[in-house]
């Protein structure tokens, strides 16, 4: 049986992850700070749960002894993220450091520590759930737009380093998609339909993952805006400045 440890894993995307993994003879190590939330997803998968703050270090010190019991890692997502959205002077010091703290400074240690306790098995997939914002900007949360623009850096970088290892690094570029987090931070939900499930994404992970894609953007509305913020950066500035900027 492989073995798939997915941060953030008690809701949203992270929970469509693990059920998508499960549904596929993974076992699953799920990590995350909501306990009520992971006992429930424990009871349906049949799933086992760190619970632990990967805001900060003594958090993330938590997971390794646990893993250290466990199988070997073939497929470590760092999917657990949050964020901080407002007009740009309106949003505390503490909330940007939050959003670091969680979405670029967890995963680079968490693998750091991982990899040197030699934890991954042979073949094994990191994945890291970044953003569409990669490639379109993010006005009104431009820190966010940063660690998830970070986090992709790394990951490519980190790409080539543990080529010979036979360790393959994944980057994952979700649109809205329709969870807590997407419904918390947009200036209105009036077109929430729109947005992809959940299990939807985590289909596109999961056949990603097993082609050992390095970049994953989920859906073809995702990879033309992609595209668009690609080679057309006014054009994107204009319709976030829009869609976002002025709403919020
Ligand atoms: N939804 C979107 O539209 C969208 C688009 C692009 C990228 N993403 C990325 O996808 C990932 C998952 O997002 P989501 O929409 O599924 O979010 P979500 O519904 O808020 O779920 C995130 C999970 O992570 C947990 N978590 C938050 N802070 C944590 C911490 N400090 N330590 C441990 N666990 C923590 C949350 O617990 P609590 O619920 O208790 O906070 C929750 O269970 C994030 O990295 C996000 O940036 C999302």
Known sequence: ???????????????????RFA?????????????????????????????????????????????????????????????AVGRFPDISIENHERVIAVNF??????????LKADLF????SIVFISSLSHYTSYPGAATYAATKSGLASYA?????????????????FPGPTRTAHARRHSPHNTREEKRMPPEKLAHHVFRGVQKKKHLIVPGATNRMVALLGKWCPPLMAYAMRKIILEKL
């Open 1 to 19: 049986m492989k073995h798939a440890v997915i941060t953030g894993a008690a809701h949203g995307i992270g929970k469509a992850l693990a059920h």
């Open 23 to 83: 549904q596929e003879g993974y076992a699953i190590t799920g990590v995350d700070i909501d306990a009520a939330g992971a006992a429930r997803v424990e009871r349906e998968l049949n799933a086992r749960f760190v619970i632990t703050d990967l805001r900060s270090d003594t958090g993330i010190a938590r997971v390794l002894p646990k893993l250290i019991q466990g199988k070997p890692i073939d497929v470590l997502i760092h999917n657990a993220g949050i964020n």
């Open 105 to 114: 400074y967890a995963p680079m240690l968490l693998t750091a520590a991982l």
């Open 121 to 124: 098995a042979k073949g094994a």
């Open 156 to 172: 490519r970088s980190l790409s080539i380093a543990l080529a010979p290892q036979n360790i393959h690094v994944t980057t994952v």
